[in-house]
């Protein structure tokens, strides 16, 4: 019986969520209702403003550094991702843009507050706190998810830099230009910082400027190390200093960190064995030798 409950109540959250789910996305009339919710609340105080995109650059000498590299906001962050992956699965959902990403959250949220409910109801107990938290953790949850794809992304591109960064100054020394050392490389390579040049060629070929273009893919690394190097490499573009030395300073520069991130690792990793062989190794070994000595202090003691 308490199966069949169960299974009814999954049901039953299952069914709602896909009506609401499907109503929402679909429904000409409720979506901008909930949309002007949220923009009210200033979720989408910026939505539609280029401010928060495109205004990285100050003129044609470079960055602004007030900016930093991903935006301010979450939202900001949310849009950018959107617009450099076009889609992102969450809970095996297909989320295309930021107004579908929050009306997930709502739905998502009351369908769990509804399946505690209801679970609830059917087992004669009062859930209402329980179901309130779940709502809660639920309304959050794909919010921690997209924040936990966010620091990947910054994480694969900061592991990618030191052999982008050597390959470009080999490519430039080679006699290319920094465009058609960009093309190179999302052409015969795969990874976070190949796709971000690959944008990057796409917003020039649909007319945005270079500081526009290079401004994009910099927020979309949301690794301010890639959105710095970028920055001093349009710099010295503009000023006319040599890339290809500019680039094997900073090969030079980020390979010393690395060194010395690997060190700092290998030191915890140090620390954390003997840990590990103080907890495992020495405070076993230590009762087995007490062991026999344990029921003669018992006789001492008594």
């Known amino acids: 019986m308490n199966i069949f409950i169960i299974i009814l109540s999954i049901s039953i959250a299952?069914?709602?969520?896909?009506?609401?789910?499907?109503?929402?996305?679909?429904?000409?009339?409720?979506?901008?209702?909930?949309?002007?919710?949220?923009?009210?609340?200033?979720?989408?105080?910026?939505?539609?403003?280029?401010?928060?995109?495109?205004?990285?650059?100050?003129?044609?000498?470079?960055f602004n550094d007030n900016t930093g590299s991903s935006g301010n906001t979450f939202t900001s962050k949310l849009k950018l991702l959107f617009e450099s992956r076009g889609r992102m699965n969450i809970l095996s959902f297909r989320i295309k843009t930021i107004e579908e990403f929050f009306i997930f959250n709502i739905v998502l949220s009351f369908s769990g507050f509804l399946l505690i409910l209801t679970a609830g109801f059917f087992f004669s107990r009062n859930l209402l706190l329980y179901a309130g938290l779940a709502a809660a953790v639920?309304?959050?949850?794909?919010?921690?998810?997209?924040?936990?794809?966010i620091n990947a992304i910054s994480k694969r591109v900061l592991n990618e830099l030191?052999?982008?960064?050597d390959l470009m100054a080999s490519l430039i020394k080679a006699?290319?230009?920094?465009?058609?050392?960009?093309?190179?490389?999302?052409?015969?390579?795969k990874g976070e910082i190949p796709g971000l040049f690959k944008i990057y060629n796409i917003k020039i070929l649909e007319g945005a400027t270079r500081s526009e273009a290079f401004d994009?893919?910099?927020?979309?690394?949301?690794?301010?190390?890639?959105?710095?190097?970028?920055?001093?490499?349009?710099?010295?573009?503009?000023?006319?200093?040599?890339?290809?030395?500019?680039?094997?300073?900073?090969?030079r520069v980020y390979r010393n960190n690395q060194r010395d991130n690997l060190k700092m690792r290998a030191e915890k990793l140090e620390s954390n064995i003997i840990l590990v062989i103080f907890i495992f190794i020495f405070i076993p070994m230590l009762l087995i030798f007490l062991m026999p000595v344990l029921p003669q202090l018992k006789i001492i003691v008594g």
Not at 175 to 189: A, R
Request: with cysteine; charged share 20%; hydrophobic share 40%.
């Open 138 to 149: 639920l309304y959050f949850l794909p919010s921690e998810i997209v924040k936990g794809k």
């Open 175 to 189: 006699g290319l230009t920094i465009d058609e050392t960009i093309v190179y490389i999302f052409k015969n390579l």
């Open 216 to 251: 994009s893919i910099g927020k979309m690394s949301y690794c301010s190390e890639f959105f710095s190097i970028i920055k001093v490499v349009h710099q010295s573009e503009i000023i006319g200093n040599p890339i290809k030395d500019v680039l094997k300073d900073i090969s």
């Open 14 to 62: 299952v069914f709602v969520f896909i009506v609401f789910y499907i109503l929402i996305k679909h429904s000409g009339s409720l979506k901008p209702r909930v949309l002007r919710f949220y923009e009210n609340r200033g979720i989408f105080k910026n939505r539609g403003k280029n401010s928060d995109v495109r205004n990285g650059f100050s003129g044609n000498t470079g």
């Open 162 to 165: 030191p052999d982008i960064i």
